[in-house]
């Protein structure tokens, strides 16, 4: 359990940090609207960009993982925007929730859990995962256009996904970066670098805006919240392991891997999507809360049951 905390506790600390800033005035009311808007279209796109750039094709084949992890994500997607849909009848905020309930936050708590979990055969699946939760991004962002566009006609509203999803820096920015990869080119030193100060500044400032967030008060929302969250924490994991295991037989090691990274918390992908699109982003914020401190013990849980096997 000490190093679930070591892992969970920066990304717990941050969104204290920001929600205290708020509370004392030490950030003023627009400060989570600049933070947003510098992390969607600077930061997070050069940090996947740099992360999608490093990666090789080669490690990221492992048809049987990717299919247990995907479509574990893809169940729980599907099960929580369908609730969500009869509840209000509206696309893009269901889509919203399904992508919050499926969003495991891969990169920074994934790699280094299940280095430590796993060894260093546990980073493969954590990379593959990453770019897997960039697919959910990608089919959530297509459903949310479809959902704004809904009054519009058929060919007018392909034509607006297309536009929106070749526009998108948070989904150009991975694409960008695979392309680069398969190039076998090397960046120029200086320029690789100032991606990698922007890259450093999207997890923090992300985490710190929604602090600044969870100021606001909504008991629906918070509501709605604990249902997304035990579904991220416990639905996917246990569909996960039962897909990964007694229907596809994996091996033990990715077995292990593919729980692990489906139990993960909800990583702050869904809330700047939110942001990117100007939609109320108090109850992403929640869930992004609720699940990083109950991962704390639903992975706990699992390492410990894990290592006794």
């Known amino acids: 359990m000490f190093y679930v905390f070591n892992v969970v506790f920066p990304v717990f600390a941050l969104i204290l940090i920001g929600y205290v800033c708020g509370r004392t005035g030490k950030l003023g009311e627009s400060a989570s609207t600049e933070l947003n808007r510098f992390v969607v279209w600077l ?9 999608a750039s490093s990666s090789s094709w080669q490690t990221l084949w492992q048809p049987g993982f990717i299919a247990a992890f995907f479509l574990s994500c893809l169940a729980v997607f599907i099960l ?9 009848r509206d696309l893009a905020a269901a889509s919203f929730s399904g992508l919050s309930a499926s969003y495991s936050n891969t990169g920074y708590m994934g790699i280094p859990l299940c280095v430590l979990a796993l060894g260093q055969d546990g980073l493969a699946p954590a990379i593959i995962s990453t770019f897997i939760v960039f697919v959910m991004f990608a ?16 060919h007018e509203i392909f034509w607006s996904v297309i536009k929106s999803l070749c526009t998108n820096p948070l989904l150009i920015a991975p694409v960008a970066g695979l392309l680069w990869a398969s190039t076998d080119l090397v960046l ?27 100021m606001q008060k909504e008991r629906f929302a918070s509501q709605q919240a604990w249902g997304i969250s035990i579904a991220k924490l416990i639905i996917q994991p246990v569909l996960a392991w039962f897909i990964a295991g007694p229907i596809l037989n994996l091996p033990e090691l990715s077995v ?6 489906a139990a993960l918390p909800t990583g702050t992908g869904p809330f700047m999507l939110a942001q990117y699109y100007q939609r109320d982003g108090r109850m992403i914020s929640r869930v992004v809360l609720l699940t990083t401190i109950g991962s704390l013990l639903t992975l706990s849980l699992f390492l410990w049951w894990n290592k006794g096997i």
Do not use: M
Not at 139 to 154: D, N
């Open 139 to 154: 089919l959530a962002t297509v459903l949310i256009e479809i959902g704004i566009l809904s009054h519009k006609k058929s």
């Open 80 to 88: 929580v925007l369908v609730l969500s849909w009869v509840r209000n």
């Open 188 to 214: 120029y030193d200086p320029l690789a670098q100032v991606i990698a100060f922007l890259a450093a500044a999207a997890t923090p400032c992300a985490l710190v805006s929604i602090g600044l967030f969870l």
């Open 43 to 51: 930061a997070l796109p050069a940090q996947l960009f740099h992360f």
């Open 256 to 261: 292990s891997a593919v729980v692990i990274l």
